[in-house]
């Protein structure tokens, strides 16, 4: 602007002073009109180029405020990483605790089925006279089964032990005896007959558990075995082995079960 203003000034000095043909004349007015179009051109550029810097200035706030913001969501999930790896950590601190334990339970059981076995296998060399007359070993959910058929301890409807009843519980006991880890239950059962003229033995009931208390009384007062260890229940006709009414059925299903099972109190402390 300052430029075409000294132009035309100078042109109307020149003009004064002197006397410009047409022809310059025109040149000059032609080269003021040219500088102001150039100048018009140059100040839209600017005003253009001025937009462009407000914009470019607008988008650099915005793009500052997304870093901040960027920043701020990584220091939380940078916070969040450290959580979650010292999480991480704990759970595999108590994942190897928990896995100990399992080897140890696992060891334990182990022990007890090692300890089963071998009982099992003492019992029916100790009791092999005795397994054909209705005496049978197994195991079962890890615990020993003696099971004596009512013939081979008892007379019909009777709750006295005979003889060769008797003979067979001392062969147990001379086992348990040098078990003393092991817990024994006694379980008496019955057929599904009912019972008549008993005198005192009013049920099924009354018959199995006053056979049981029977066992226990000839395996702790004569065999000597610990009271503490030993347990007595009666089953009634409950539990029967078979479900057909036959006289073989009730035959199998008349009988005192003597349920042997290792002390697991170190196994219960791991596991509380």
Not at 6 to 19: G, I, K, R
Not at 132 to 146: A, M, T
Not at 228 to 238: D, E, L, S
């Amino acid at each position: 602007m300052n430029k075409i203003l000294y132009f035309s000034l100078s042109l109307l000095f020149l003009s004064s002073c002197m006397v410009l043909s047409p022809k310059k004349y025109k040149a000059l007015v032609a080269e003021r009109d040219s500088l102001a179009t150039t100048l018009n051109s140059a100040n839209a550029r600017i005003e253009s180029l001025d937009d462009e810097v407000s914009k470019l200035n607008r988008e650099i706030s915005n793009l500052r405020s997304e870093i901040s913001d960027l920043t701020s969501k990584i220091g939380g999930l940078n916070e969040n990483n450290a959580s979650l790896r010292a999480s991480s950590s704990k759970l595999t601190d108590d994942l190897k605790k928990r896995e100990a334990r399992l080897q140890e339970v696992e060891s334990i059981l182990r022990k007890r089925d090692e300890a089963t076995n071998a009982l099992k296998d003492k019992l029916q060399k100790a009791l092999l006279g005795f397994q054909q007359s209705g005496l049978s070993v197994e195991i079962r959910n890890g615990k020993v089964y003696v099971s004596l058929t009512d013939k081979l301890l008892f007379n019909s409807g009777s709750i006295i032990i005979d003889e060769k009843g008797k003979q067979a519980l001392a062969g147990l006991a001379t086992v348990l005896n040098t078990q003393p880890e092991i817990n024994i239950s006694v379980e008496g059962h019955t057929d599904n007959q009912r019972v008549y003229n008993l005198g005192q033995i009013k049920d099924n009931w009354d018959l199995s558990v006053l056979r049981a208390t029977s066992v226990v009384r000839f395996l702790t007062e004569v065999q000597g075995i610990e009271n503490t260890r030993i347990t007595a229940t009666g089953k009634g006709q409950y539990q029967p082995i078979e479900d057909m009414n036959t006289a073989e059925a009730r035959s199998k299903n008349r009988r005192i079960e003597i349920v042997l099972s290792p002390k697991l109190d170190e196994l219960y402390e791991l596991i509380k």
